[in-house]
């Protein structure tokens, strides 16, 4: 499926409403990591260099549509213009009075950015009057946010339909790239999750495993897995309403004989700290008042030989609490093994994407996407409302 996208797009001299995703990691009002922002930067610039007059909107954080200083969009309007190579204006508005005036300001070739779309309630609601006077800033509106694909909200598909909708390269690009892994693996496939809750990942587990060829699991979800398979996990997370449909995964990996696997060894602390009591015990032997926070060095050369040979892989989410050092050995150990690997290589956002960024390997994988939840909605198969939104080519 090709979706239209902005290139077919008649914009000099036009408003331009691009949904972007800059829900971006701060820390003291400073941007901590600007992957979002990079990837929106060509579409914005081909708008830019045909004349269009640009009005970006993003959510940051989950305001729960009220206004909430901590999640103002302001720190990110200096760093885009950075990227840009222009000057970014921020309005303190979404889609009131303050923003219209704004928008009227723009000349050909200016950008402009609107206030946290989640300060409105009318966002998450999709309500149809906040998506009428959000459509009014603009004349067409494209979608770039693969990180909020997978909302229904106004500036994702309400905006879609009252405007004349296309694709960004980013959207386009990563909904591409991520559809060839459902559709057409080189094989050996192999996928690689973690993070911390099974019931987060199942339905993908689900869907992922039709495709690969073997699922490599870490992460605090693996102690779920560990448990279905008998085994004490002490004070590990642990999600026992999910043990079940853990177990009927593994029944049906066995009977289509694709390996599944977990740890044989862990790293367990008594509380999750960097100078807690560790140690390093066999997956099957973890005590009560131990939790589970990294996977073993024995498990970490395991899930790299997995995927030494892959032609295909997929990772998402760590092996450990790696934002602690005692524990990120793993997540490490993984990440440089998905590097390694010769095939094609893609990583899903968030955590991962993180943890990929910080060792320094963000760009020895093929495609480091910046949506997670969206992703990984999309591996299952789903429909995402926002690509659902686009027209097709
Ligand atoms: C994300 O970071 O996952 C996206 O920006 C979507 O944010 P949300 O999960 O708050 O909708
Ligand atoms: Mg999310």
């Known amino acids: 499926m090709e979706l239209r996208t902005v290139e077919r797009a008649d914009v000099a001299g036009r408003r331009v409403l691009v949904r972007d995703d800059f829900n971006v990691p701060l820390e003291g009002g400073r941007v901590t990591d600007d992957l979002r922002v990079r990837a929106a930067v060509p579409t914005l610039r081909l708008l ?7 009005v970006c909107c993003s959510h940051l954080g989950r305001p729960k549509g009220k206004r909430d200083e901590r999640y103002t969009l302001a720190p990110v309007a200096p760093v885009l213009g950075e990227r840009l190579g222009r000057r970014v204006a921020f309005v303190d508005d979404v889609a009131g009075q303050a923003a219209r005036s704004a928008v009227d300001g723009l000349g050909d070739g200016e950008v402009l950015l609107l206030q946290n779309l989640r300060f409105e309630p009318g966002e998450e609601a999709n309500d149809p ?3 009428d006077r959000l459509a009014a800033l603009a004349d067409l509106y494209v979608d770039d946010a693969f990180g909020a694909a997978h909302r229904a909200h106004a500036s994702v598909v309400g905006v879609a339909e009252r405007l004349p909708a296309y694709a960004g390269f980013l959207l386009a690009g990563e909904v591409k790239v991520l559809s060839r892994l459902l559709e057409d693996p080189e094989r050996p496939f192999v996928a690689v999750l973690g993070g911390s809750k099974v019931s987060d990942k199942l339905a993908v587990l689900d869907s992922l495993l039709a495709r690969v060829d073997r699922l490599v699991v870490g992460g605090g979800m693996c102690f779920t897995f560990l448990a279905a398979e008998g085994h004490e996990v002490g004070d590990s997370l642990f999600e026992a309403d999910q043990v079940d449909a853990v177990k009927a995964l593994l029944v049906a990996a066995e009977r289509d004989g694709k390996p599944v696997l977990l740890p044989t060894d862990v790293v367990v602390a008594t509380e999750v700290a960097e100078d807690a009591e560790r140690r390093t015990v066999p997956a099957d032997g973890i005590e009560k008042g131990w939790k ?3 996977i073993g060095p024995e498990t970490a050369e395991a899930f790299a030989a997995a995927l030494s040979d892959a032609r295909t892989v997929f990772w998402n ?6 934002e602690l050092a005692p524990f990120a050995a793993g997540t490490r150990r993984v990440a440089e093994a998905v590097a390694a690997a010769d095939g094609f290589t ?3 956002g968030g955590d991962s994407a993180a943890a990929l960024a910080e060792l320094g390997l963000a760009d020895r994988v093929d495609h480091l996407s910046t949506g997670g939840g969206a992703s990984l909605e999309l591996l299952e198969g789903k429909t995402l409302p926002g690509v ?4 097709t080519a």
Do not use: H, S, T
């Not at 830019?48 to 640009?54: I, K, M």
């Not at 989410?317 to 790696?322: D, L, Q, R, S």
């Open 48 to 54: 830019l260099e045909r004349g269009a007059r640009v």
């Open 129 to 131: 009057e906040f998506a």
């Open 292 to 294: 589970g926070l990294d």
């Open 317 to 322: 989410g760590p092996m450990g609490v790696f």
């Open 346 to 348: 893609v990583v899903g």
């Open 388 to 391: 659902a939104a686009i027209p």
